[in-house]
């Protein structure tokens, strides 16, 4: 046990290091603001939202089974988050060769089990125009209101002070 929180404090401590040196640009922070407000289309399976969700696209441009077999770094997150009025939600965006078994097979191996809805179809994208504007192709995560607006957007794997937004918000 003591092994995997040393393992667990040692990540966290790399992770905050390497994110701290890299501020955002003040271009980045811009789209940032433009984005807050915006009105999120979810999918119909997407389940009843707390207070707040938070949605995660997995956008497969080369690798999908590989995208999807990185999810399983969220789990750490959202248990240092422990936020429970914020529900988490995760799009994958699949390209023509996927199948679900491929999809499935990546999501088991390495024990990802939060809710998620695999977009065969890019409904999501249909439903949703505007994030696929070129300049909003790069923000594949945010937080939504129970009204489906973003209240908040960056990525708390990435962006140690997101991460710390969303302990606090």
């Known amino acids: 046990m003591l092994g995997e929180c040393t393992k667990f404090i040692f990540r966290i401590t790399i992770i905050c290091q390497l994110f701290i040196s890299f501020p955002l640009s003040s271009s980045v922070k811009v789209k940032f603001t433009e984005l807050l407000g915006q009105n999120v289309n979810m999918p119909t399976c997407c389940p009843d939202t707390t207070t707040f969700m938070f949605v995660h696209i997995v956008r497969g441009q080369e690798c999908t089974k590989c995208s999807v077999s990185s999810l399983y770094q969220w789990n750490d997150v959202i248990t240092m988050i422990g936020r429970k009025d914020i529900s ?64 908040k957007v960056g990525d708390p794997l990435n962006d140690f002070h997101f991460l710390r937004q969303m302990v606090i918000m």
């Open 88 to 151: 988490y939600f995760f799009i994958i965006e699949t390209l023509p060769e996927d199948t679900p078994d491929t999809i499935v097979e990546a999501l088991e191996r390495r024990a990802f089990f939060q809710s998620l809805f695999v977009d065969y179809n890019h409904e999501f994208l249909e439903n949703n125009k505007w994030l696929k504007k070129r300049k909003y192709r790069e923000f594949n995560d945010f937080v939504v209101d129970r009204s489906g607006k973003i209240v």
